[in-house]
Every structure is written in C-alpha cells, then in structure tokens.
C-alpha cells in the first residue's frame, strides 16, 4: 500500500514539472504587422477652383416704351420671338401726327414764298440805289426782311422735323436685337409718351433682351480674396488675369454646360452688407438653354496652385485638432501628420501644408495603422467608379471636412 502511494506521488511531481517547463519557455507567437495601402505623395501644380452660385442676366435689355400718345393699333411681332435692330414691333394711330406734319409743311411753305418774294425786292432796291430812286433806308429795311423771313423757315423746318419724328415714332421699333417678350398692352388701348403715363418716360409695351451671349454675377468673399491675393503674393498661388479666369456652369440636373465662360468685369469695392465683391462674367448661349433668371452652380477657376499634394479623401482624418494624415515612415512604423486641407479636386483633398515630397500616406487599413505600431505597406489602388446612387457621397464628406485646419 505505501509502495502505490510512493508511486503515485512521484508520477504527480512530475507532471507538475512538466507543466512548470512548458509554461516557462513556450511564448504564443506575435502578431504579423497590419496591412496597409498607401499613396506616395509628390508636389504638383494644379488648377485654383472655387464653387460659387450665380444667377443668368441678359447681355443686353431693353424696354420697349410708347414715345407718342394715342391708340395702339396693331402688335407686328410675334411674341418670344427674335427681333432686329430697328424692327417694327407696334403700329400707334398715326392720324393726328400725319395731319400735324401736313400743317407743318403749309406754314413752312408759306414762309419760304414771302421769304422768296421779299429777298427779290430787297435785290432789286440795291439796284435802284445806284441811281437815287430809293433811299438807303429802304434798302436797309428791305435787307431787314429778308433776314427775318430766312428765320422763320429755318423755324418752320425744324418744326416740320419734329413732326416728321413725331409721325415715325408711330411705328415703334426694337432698339436692340434680341428675344422680343410678350406684350404688356393690348390692341386698342390708349399709350402715352409723358412721365404721368408709366412713371419712366412712355407705356411699356414689351421687353426685348439679348441672351447669346449671358451674364451671370456671382460674388466671392473678401476675406477670400485677400488671402488669395496673399498667396498669389507669396508664389503659392499664381492668379489668372480678368480676361483669362474662365468660368464652367453646371446646369440644375448636375451636368456641366458644354461652353465656358470668361470673367469680364471684377468690382473695385466690397458690398457693405454682403461684405462681398461683385464678380461677372460672360459665357455664349447660342443654343438659348440657359435663361436669364436662372441661378447656376459655377466651377470658377481662378489660376493654379503650386508645391501642393493630391491625398484620397479616404485618408484624411479630422479630431479637436484638425485635419491629420497618417503615413509610414521610413521603419515601417506608422506616424501622424497634422495637415491643411481646405479644398478638394473631385475625390481628392488638397492638401497645402504639413507633407513633405515621397511620403507614404496611409489610404486603407486605417483601422489597424495605430500611431507607433509596426506595419507593412502595399500600394493602394482606388476602387471601381461607384454608382449614380452614391457619388454625391464622396461630395458631401469632402465638404464637412474640409473645415478642417
């Protein structure tokens, strides 16, 4: 009995050894680095781009005003349509003026024959004079006459000129070409030419405005176009001249309008309740799609940026400091880099500050890339286009992280 108890105490022991080796020397095998995808970051230049909104004006407008009193008797145009320069557009009764110009051209008349018959008397008495038949007086008063008759025609014709204006504006034209807009009174009605009739000179009776080509104004910021000016004076920032900044609508159903613009007119003061500066520009409209009235989403690109870097918008992260990058350093252990990056060039950020030439910016694998730790490196390649459905999404966090400094 005491025997199987020695042997067994005995085998007990050893286990206990056994166990005690095992739990000593034998350590579970670490980790292997996470994985990770990486960009490798260079300097480059690229376009200076600003989303703007703006709104379409014609290139050209005028009101089509009544410049004589009486009675509309016909519309000649048809309305939306194009007009020329000079076109007819509305008949007004042109009786009373006619028969004015009549009366005109009488009294005129009248006066050009006593002016003819008193200038031959006054040629006649300066021959007589020679001989003594006639005094000097009556010579002198002869010449008197015919001065003040030669001021009665050119009176009567300028009278006769205002009449004939008169009658023209009877007819009342286009002063500009364009598209013609519908008509603000109807045949029959009395118009008027006095400031008491439309309160700005004449009856409006349309609109005609040039479209091809637009304007659209839009405003920029102050603040940003100091800083602006600031880069451009530092050599960061290389702005285009006026003539040179070119100007790309997007139509209300996101699709950019296939002709560009061209900045034509930059305002010299700021806007005291926008605290803005006036900005226009000119853009063709041969097909008529865009319409004066009409707010657009501009791309204005205002010159180019130098030295910056082009990062994945899914590498770019932001906390109560800013925006910051992760990227592995030269011992493959992953470091944080606090960046600035306040624009975007489609899915990517631009990033203006805080990377240097050839680093390699961690873009996937994030989620295992903690600042200090061990990880291996593989080139990332961007994934597939998405879908219509979800490319607003890279858009919209773009946005909410470019705030970020």
Not at 356 to 364: D, L, P, W
Not at 381 to 398: D, F, I, K
Request: glycine residues 8%.
């Amino acid at each position: 009995m005491k025997h199987h108890t020695l042997c067994f105490g005995l085998f007990a022991l050893s286990a206990l050894a056994a166990l005690s080796a095992c739990s000593g020397h034998g350590q579970p095998p670490a980790p292997p680095p996470a994985q990770v995808g990486v960009v490798t970051v260079e300097p480059q230049s690229i376009a200076l781009t600003r989303p703007l909104i703006g709104r379409l004006a014609p290139y050209l407008s005028a009101n089509v005003t009544a410049r004589v009193s009486g009675v509309l008797l016909r519309r000649v145009y048809t309305e939306g349509s194009e007009v020329k320069p000079g076109q007819v557009l509305f008949e007004i009764d042109p009786a009373y003026y006619q028969a004015q110009l009549n009366n005109d051209l009488g009294v005129l008349g009248e006066d050009e024959a006593t002016w003819l018959n008193d200038r031959v008397n006054a040629e006649r008495y300066h021959k007589l004079l020679p001989a003594g038949s006639v005094s000097q007086q009556t010579v002198d008063n002869a010449d008197a006459t015919v001065r003040t008759d030669a001021a009665k025609v050119k009176a009567d014709q300028a009278l006769v000129d205002s009449a004939r204006v008169n009658l023209g504006y009877t007819k009342v034209t286009s002063p500009i070409g364009g598209v013609a807009s519908q008509q603000q009174v109807t045949v029959g009605a009395v118009v008027g030419s006095s400031t008491s009739d439309a309160g700005s000179g004449g009856t409006l009776l349309t609109t005609v405005n040039q479209i091809d080509p637009l304007y659209v104004n839009f405003t920029i910021s102050a603040a940003d176009l100091l800083t602006l000016r600031e880069a451009n004076r530092r050599g960061n920032v290389a702005l285009a001249q006026q003539d040179q900044t070119t100007v790309q609508i997007v139509l209300p159903d996101g699709t950019p309008y296939d002709q560009s613009g061209v900045l034509d007119f930059s305002d010299v003061t700021v806007n005291a309740t926008t605290d803005a500066v006036n900005l226009r520009a000119r853009v063709p409209n041969a097909q008529h799609m865009l319409l004066p009235g009409m707010y657009v989403t501009l791309n204005v690109n205002l010159g180019q940026q130098h030295d910056v870097f082009l990062v994945p918008q899914e590498a770019l992260q932001r906390d109560t400091v800013g925006a910051y990058a992760m990227i592995v350093d030269a011992g493959g252990k992953v470091a944080r880099k606090d960046v600035t990056a306040t624009d975007n060039a489609g899915t990517d950020w631009i990033v203006t500050s805080g990377l240097t030439a050839g680093e390699q910016v961690i873009v996937s694998g994030l989620q295992g890339a903690h600042e200090g730790a061990q990880v291996k490196a593989s080139p990332w390649h961007a994934p597939a286009a998405a879908s219509p459905q979800g490319s607003s999404a890279p858009a919209a966090g773009a946005q909410s992280a470019g705030n970020a400094q």
